[in-house]
């Protein structure tokens, strides 16, 4: 992907192509929330606009082509994962609903069994049931969405919270995956790729680990997916969670991916209306997946929006995608250790990382880089980034962190670095090359 095609993507973006030419902003926040394309607002705005109806409910035609169209993007979202099966497909409020889907169902298969609780009915969920004693192991690097659901499932069960530590720079290994994973071990939890440290975890290896132990792999994709292509079957993952907002769809919709055989014995955590087949005063029958998990009216035109998403993505090429995000991670990584002064988090190689840089401005406040970048035009994330942990264990409280996408440009790249030079002088933190 060259320039004059980036320039071309841009133009497909009403964000980039309303943003004046002079002084334009330089969005490098994709890892927060990404910008969306016409094509997605279109489809979102179309679906409002002409097919609006309320899915899977009454026998109106109407009501049968949103379902159609409903469907049909889970089917496209399916596709672009390369899943065997749309039923593999659950939707989600975003990647936090679907880790807290898998966290709670565990805890209701638990409970079941705890309590002798016949009327659940899931066949199979018991598989799930944890012991006290039983461990969930997770890493210090994880985003606060994949380690709260966890802390609480620990608590209410009575298993074991166990992590693997960081290391110096803010990553891990699979050797220390090795020697943390025990007999014990029942959920393997850990991000794809870090939205701290960008740092890419060797999934494939990861779950051949687990594996061998019998523990369960569920992955937090939230900044794989948007930028690498990424197939959960050939992986291997149990299960695996994303947002539609950072892969250039709409908020209010993620995807929980399980493999079939787990995800038709998870328990729903959530319960009501259109995810049942049979109710009683006393008891309800569960649809099978993906229906199960998703009681309530669904989100259907983030649906829709979000098949469209992945329609541009796939149209770009993934491929095509990842190649063009890593010579803009070479570039910055270039950039942030030819400037003294600057501590990065994560791998040195950009080899080993995906979409993103944090970095600690020795003597600066991250919130008064912040608002000196954003007063440069030059948006970026400050603060823990939903990652206290991680934080902690590297001695420090903020970080600040840049983000690319495949509408990224070399000049916004270069705005960071200048003006993160630009708010070391101004701050009288700056540090002779
Ligand atoms: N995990 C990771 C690695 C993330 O970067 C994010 C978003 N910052 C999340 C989980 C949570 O995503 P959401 O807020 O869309 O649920």
Redesign the pocket.
């Given at each position: 992907i060259d320039q004059s095609e980036v320039s071309q993507l841009r133009a497909a973006f009403p964000y980039f192509a309303g943003l004046p030419q002079s002084g334009a902003v330089a969005y490098l926040d994709a890892?927060?929330t990404s910008q969306r394309p016409a094509s997605v607002l279109d489809a979102e705005r179309a679906f409002l606009e002409r097919a609006n109806a309320a899915v899977h409910r009454g026998t109106s035609q109407a009501v049968g082509s949103a379902t159609e169209q409903f469907e049909r993007a889970r089917a496209l979202v399916a596709d672009f994962l390369g899943a065997p099966s749309s039923d593999q497909i659950v939707w989600a409020?975003?990647?936090?609903?679907?880790?807290n889907l898998v966290a709670l169902g565990i805890a209701e298969a638990t409970a079941a069994v705890r309590t002798g609780d016949a009327s659940l009915g899931v066949d199979g969920s018991e598989r799930f049931a944890l012991e006290a004693g039983d461990e969930i192991l997770i890493t210090e690097a994880?985003?606060?969405?994949?380690l709260i659901p966890w802390q609480r499932l620990a608590a209410k069960t009575g298993a074991t919270l166990r992590w693997i530590p960081a290391r110096e720079d803010g990553t891990w290994t699979l050797d220390d995956a090795r020697q943390a994973l025990t007999p014990r071990t029942r959920i393997f939890a850990f991000?794809h790729?870090?939205?701290v440290t960008g740092m890419l975890a060797p999934v494939a290896d990861l779950v051949a680990l687990a594996r061998e132990v019998g523990a369960i792999t569920v992955l937090?994709a939230?900044?794989s997916v948007p930028h690498l292509p990424v197939d959960f079957a050939e992986l291997g993952v149990d299960f695996a969670?994303f947002?539609g907002?950072?892969m250039l769809g709409p908020?209010g919709i993620?995807v929980l991916y399980g493999r079939a055989e787990l995800l038709s014995a998870l328990p729903p955590a959530r319960t009501g209306g259109s995810a049942i087949t049979r109710v009683t005063m006393e008891r309800a029958e569960f649809m099978p997946p993906p229906m199960r998990f998703e009681a309530g009216t669904q989100p259907v035109s983030q649906a829709v929006g979000l098949g469209a998403a992945t329609e541009f993505l796939t149209a770009v090429g993934m491929q095509r995608t990842a190649a063009r995000e890593h010579e803009l991670v070479e570039r910055l990584i270039a950039g942030i250790t030819s400037t003294p002064g600057l501590r990065l988090l994560g791998p040195a190689d950009p080899a080993e990382r995906v979409a993103l840089a944090s970095v600690v401005v020795e003597g600066v406040h991250a919130h008064d880089v912040g608002q000196f970048l954003d007063e440069q035009g030059v948006l970026v994330r400050v603060g823990h980034?939903?990652a206290q942990p991680l934080h902690r264990a590297l001695g420090i409280t903020s970080s600040t962190r840049a983000s690319v996408h495949v509408t990224t440009t070399e000049d916004e790249v270069d705005r960071f670095v200048d003006a993160v030079r630009g708010a070391q002088r101004y701050f009288g933190a700056e540090v002779a090359r």
């Open positions: 890892a927060a409020e975003n990647a936090t609903d679907a880790l994880e985003h606060h969405a994949n991000a790729v870090s939205n937090d939230c900044q969670a947002s907002h950072k908020n993620g980034h939903c």
